[in-house]
């Protein structure tokens, strides 16, 4: 394995430009300028409808350095699909140099992915286009003003699932579906997971996932300040302990070998993520307990993917 | 020159798709439209044809591949018709907006529901506001010629829009004709793959389909006005290279008996043949009727159409697809009416409502048409509610 990389190894030349009408802490930001950076210049980029993209591209401003595209809103693995292919046909022709390695991402929110993106993206990833999809997953519909998606975690506030005498958040009773394994189901040669609270993390997976040819699929955790009712300043402080408290993990699936890439020797309680975040203010210690038991069995189910202990128990 | 071979509609646009080499072909099976898709699957897999074939999982797909593929710089094609086209709908409007250019066949199929694989122009009709050119052909020859008009015009850099290329489902798709094929070197001459549109390319980084606030929205619309005006007279230069290359002549409408005629039946698609027949048997009793088709149908050829009718006393339109609440009841009849209500002259017009979900088209339906004008030729009111032929009422 080569040497861990620091932040001060990642590239200095930006390609995501600032001026964006992002949040003020935004994470999907953050994980747009870090995929761009481990993507660099040869890469065109492929957007469903969301927030990252109506922030980043109102007419006659874009903040995107490098060519970016965006059709509809279920539909970017299929574009992206399309892309890559022109590139193939181009190449043999003569047209691209076959030297000229051009990377084909496609980006797009828990919605645009998890819902009504999946079936394209389902296309995308069994006919094995030369295509990394990325979820960039805030956990609901934010660019319309957080209403429940797919991706919605058990008892999250949302507009459309408010707290009032009847409802109490999501109450859908497990964990929301597995995007890496349905991508493992597919037979990808690559899926990881990841978060821009560990940027090299995310940068050394886009790397890889880059360098793979065919269809590769990232998840990337991504808070949201209006969505998840926090402060600008904790967005990131949030997603760490997420991975503290296992409610996410950062691991890789490659060729049929899992593997995390931020081990957690000592969890911290679920409850400590959960309370930063106002979306989760109404939960009961009974409701919280829930929602340790199910992150404790996925904490279970991953190691057993890994073969060993990588995230350990809660401490204390 | 190049030879002429039996074919259906569908294997003539599979052969002429082959000879324009796209890149990039992708599309979904749908009743009629497979045998196109088929065909070329077969080009690809013999070697015949280089290009990247993308087994796309529904319609919707499809065309996005395809405006991926156009957007990066690829010739590309797909073909559908009915509900699928129905699901690519968004993306219609889409495409055009962008500016994308790419051939697009229709073998014309009724929308559900009822479901119906048999034809009418419910789905074509459909979509007539997308900004995509659209045009409709008569003959499997036609069919095949059109996808080279469809390419020239399409990449033509005063162009650039998208162009739907329609055939009738079954009656042109699955019946076989003589058709003249062309070499692909010719073919490709008339249609030279000219890359005359903004591509996503790393070394010039665009930003494709941004946001248009009301700042700007009405301006992009404003040019897709002009760009499909413009490409009418993209449209006359094609089709008169055509006729100097390959010897076919085609207009954006076709005339039949039309210089002394008072009345006139106007159409569109294969059951045109079947109105030039009744003509020629309706002039042999001295019946001074005529016809016109319509073939290029956005852009809208309106001075041609009121031109050609403008020494009519009445004209009856037939529309295959039925616009429930509309004031005639059919979009070619609406067209043709504001088109003899613009160019200011005193012509009348009636509509019918033919053919629906693959009801044939008989004489005697069409005696009845002519009767009808006939009826009220010289009188001054004229039925203002669409006349339904061969339903059961």
Redesign the interface.
């Known amino acids: 394995m080569s040497k861990p990389i620091t932040v001060w190894d990642l590239p200095k030349e930006e390609f995501l430009a600032s001026g964006h009408r992002m949040c003020q802490g935004c994470a999907a930001a953050i994980t747009f300028r870090h995929v761009l950076k481990a993507a660099g ?4 980029v ?1 957007m469903p409808t969301s927030c990252g ?2 922030t980043s ?6 903040a ?9 809103f ?2 970017a693995a ?13 190449k ?2 003569g ?1 691209i140099p076959k030297e000229k390695d ?1 990377n084909v991402i496609a980006m797009g929110g828990d919605g645009g992915t998890f819902d009504i993106g999946f ?2 993206l ?2 995308t990833l ?2 094995g ?1 030369n295509v990394l999809y990325i979820c960039y997953d805030n956990e609901a519909y934010m660019n319309t003003g957080i209403q429940r998606s797919g991706a919605t975690p058990l008892g999250a506030w949302t507009t459309t699932t408010p707290v009032g005498k009847v409802w109490r958040g999501e109450w859908r009773p497990k964990k929301r579906k597995d995007l890496i394994a349905i991508a493992v189901a597919h037979n990808v040669p690559y899926a990881a997971t990841a978060t821009p609270a560990f940027p090299t993390d995310l940068y050394a997976k886009v790397k890889k996932a880059l360098s793979i040819k065919g269809p590769k699929l990232m998840h990337v955790l991504s808070s949201c300040v209006p969505g998840w009712r926090i402060e600008p300043e904790k967005g990131i402080e949030v997603l760490k302990l997420a991975v503290l408290t296992g409610m996410w993990v950062n691991y890789e699936y490659e060729n049929g070998t899992y593997r995390v890439t931020t081990p957690v020797p000592k969890r911290k309680p679920v409850k400590e993520y959960l309370r930063l975040q106002g979306r989760f203010r109404h939960l009961t210690d009974e409701d919280i307990k829930k929602i340790q038991e199910l992150v404790d069995a996925e904490v279970e189910k991953i190691n057993k993917l890994v073969g060993k202990q990588v995230i350990g128990p809660v401490e204390g | 020159m190049g030879k002429v071979l039996p074919l259906g509609g569908n294997y003539a646009v599979a052969y002429a798709v082959k000879a324009c080499k796209p ?2 072909i ?1 599309a979904y099976p749908i009743s009629p439209q497979t045998t196109i898709v088929e065909r070329l699957s077969e080009f690809v897999a013999n070697g015949e044809l ?3 074939f ?5 319609e ?2 499809a065309l ?11 010739r ?1 094609y797909s073909a559908t018709c009915s509900q699928g086209l129905a699901l690519m709908n ?2 219609l409007y ?1 495409m055009a907006y ?1 500016r994308l250019p790419m051939a697009l066949t229709i073998v014309a199929r009724a929308l559900s529901a009822p479901i119906n694989i048999w034809n009418d122009h419910s789905d074509f009709m459909s979509v007539n506001d997308s900004g995509w050119i659209m045009m409709m052909s008569s003959s499997n020859q036609e069919a095949y010629d059109e996808i080279l008009l469809a390419y020239r015009i399409a990449e033509d850099p005063r162009v650039l829009l998208p162009v739907i290329t329609a055939m009738d489902g079954y009656i042109q798709s699955h019946v076989v004709e003589p058709v003249e094929i062309v070499d692909d070197e010719e073919a490709l001459s008339f249609a030279p793959k000219r ?1 005359s549109w903004v591509t ?3 070394d010039k ?9 009301p700042n ?1 929205y009405f301006e992009f619309k404003r040019q897709l006005w002009e760009a499909m005006k413009g490409s009418r007279a993209v449209f006359d230069e094609a089709v008169a290279e055509f006729a100097k290359k390959f010897g076919r002549s085609y207009s954006a409408i076709e005339t039949y008996r039309l210089d002394d005629a008072e009345v006139a039946i106007v159409g569109m698609g294969s059951f045109m043949g079947t109105i030039k027949a009744y003509v020629d048997r309706a002039r042999k009793d001295g019946i001074k009727v005529g016809a016109l088709r319509v073939k290029l149908f956005r852009p809208f050829p309106a001075e041609d159409v009121a031109k050609a009718l403008s020494n009519v006393k009445l004209v009856g339109v037939m529309d295959r697809a039925l616009v429930p609440g509309s004031p005639t009841g059919g979009f070619l009849h609406s067209d043709v009416a504001c088109s003899i209500k613009q160019a200011g002259l005193d012509v009348r017009t009636l509509g019918y409502i033919a053919g629906l979900g693959g009801r044939l088209l008989t004489m005697d339906n069409v005696r009845q048409m002519v009767d009808v004008l006939l009826k009220y030729k010289d009188s001054k009111e004229v039925p203002k509610e669409p006349i339904f032929i061969g339903v059961r009422e």
């Open positions: 210049k040869d890469t065109i492929s993209e109506i591209t109102v007419y006659p401003h874009s995107w350095r490098i060519p970016w595209i965006h059709v509809a279920e539909n299929a574009v992206a699909s399309g892309i890559s292919a022109a590139i193939e046909a181009l043999r022709r047209e051009i079936q394209a389902s296309g069994e006919r286009d | 890149e990039v992708t280089d290009a990247e993308l087994h796309v999982e529904s919707h797909s996005s591949v395809a405006i991926g593929a156009a957007a990066a710089g690829a590309s968004e993306l889409i962008v890359r996503l390319n790393p980084p665009v930003t494709m389909g941004p946001v248009g606030d700007w």
